[in-house]
């Protein structure tokens, strides 16, 4: 990931101890290699609803490499699914305000016609969901549905398409693809299902593949296998993949970076095997604490107290700050004041947290 440039910490109210310095501008970036083919800027979206506007994701800036996968955590309703959604233009635009850039492979999405939006889904970036059924249509033969998307944007004979929509079944590991090609979603087993959308998504050849919660319906076993296949899947097209989870265990095993979003912002961007042996952002922190493999006895698990706050009335400050044990380490009351920036807090690694030196603090509170 690049660095994000440094603004400065804002606001006189803060007390000058309270917050970390701010880190030079050239911090030297470990940064991943691999062409940028998406690239969010300060990107806002905002729903209207009868208590005042929805705020579901606000200043979110990152970028998709291909050839890396990029994990997006954050529990239930921290804007995941919704920025995501917004990559592919999946936003009602009469029922939703979005503002700010979403660069895909050089097209901006943000205000783009429908036309242009068509073009770029499937054949640039394609979505997969929790849901195969959503994506599947019931009643049409999956290798015809498969062939159909081909069709859409490659000028080849049916009978090419047809071939094709086997191969993808056959590269995603649905044994007798010529016969499975001829039968209706409903005759697939879920995991197979999950199978036949990513080959749907993937038929294209697209250079960005947003998977969404991909394995949660599936049972442990199955979802092992279709983690392994869309990484492979990954090496074999070089394409980005953004995988969106619940599930740090899974990120650990297949995501080369992370972006951890909380009440609709990004709150720790970076390498993800560093940030999951070393979390700086005291929701990580304690999203790790939660996870079962963090304790040997499960009387000792922890969960983060409280719930996420309301996206219409967020709390001033640090909206993480009424559920945060760190803020105590904050002099003054910055955590309930002043919103934090994201800023680079250490080579690869943006947090947004006051936090002078977060990393001990939490060592410190994880000893506790
Ligand atoms: N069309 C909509 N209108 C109003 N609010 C919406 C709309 N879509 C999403 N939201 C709200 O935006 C917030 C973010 O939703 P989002 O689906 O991105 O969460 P998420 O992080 O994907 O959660 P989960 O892990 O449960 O899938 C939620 O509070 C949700 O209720
Ligand atoms: S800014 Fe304060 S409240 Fe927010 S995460 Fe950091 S220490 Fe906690
Ligand atoms: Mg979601």
Known sequence: MSAQPVPPVPSSAVPQNAVAAAPERNVVDQAPKGEVVLKITDLCVR???????????????????????????????????????AVLGLHNPKRSSITGSILLDGTEIVGADEATLRKLRSNTAAMIFQDPLSALHPFYKVGNQIAEAYLAHNSVSKDVARKRAVEMLELVGIPNPQRRAKQFPHEFSGGMRQRAMI???????????????????????????????????????????????????????????????????????????????????????????????????????????????????????????????????????????????????????????????PEQVLAQEGAS
């Open 47 to 85: 729903f209207p609803s009868d208590e005042g506007p929805v705020n579901a994701v606000q200043d979110l800036t990152y970028e998709a490499r291909l050839g890396r996968t990029l994990a997006i955590v954050g529990e239930s309703g921290s804007g995941k699914s919704v920025s995501s959604m």
């Open 199 to 357: 080959a749907l998504g993937l038929v294209n050849n697209p250079k960005l593949l947003i998977a969404d919660e991909p394995t949660t319906a599936l049972d442990v076993t199955v979802q092992a296998q279709i983690l392994d296949l869309v990484k492979s899947l990954q090496r074999e097209f070089g394409s980005a993949v953004i995988l969106i989870t619940h599930d740090l265990g899974v990120v650990a095993e297949v995501s080369d970076d992370i972006l951890v979003m909380y009440a609709g912002r990004a709150v720790e961007r970076g390498l993800a095997k560093d940030v999951l042996a070393r979390p700086q952002h005291p929701y990580t922190h304690a999203l790790l604490q939660s996870l079962p493999s963090a304790s040997e006895d499960s009387d000792q698990l922890q969960t983060i107290k409280g719930t996420p706050p309301s996206l219409v009335n967020l709390p001033s400050g640090c909206s993480f700050h009424p559920r945060c044990t760190a803020r105590d380490r904050v002099p003054g009351d910055a955590c309930a004041t002043v919103l934090p920036d994201l800023r680079v807090s250490s080579p690869g690694r943006q947090i947004r947290c006051h936090l002078a030196n």
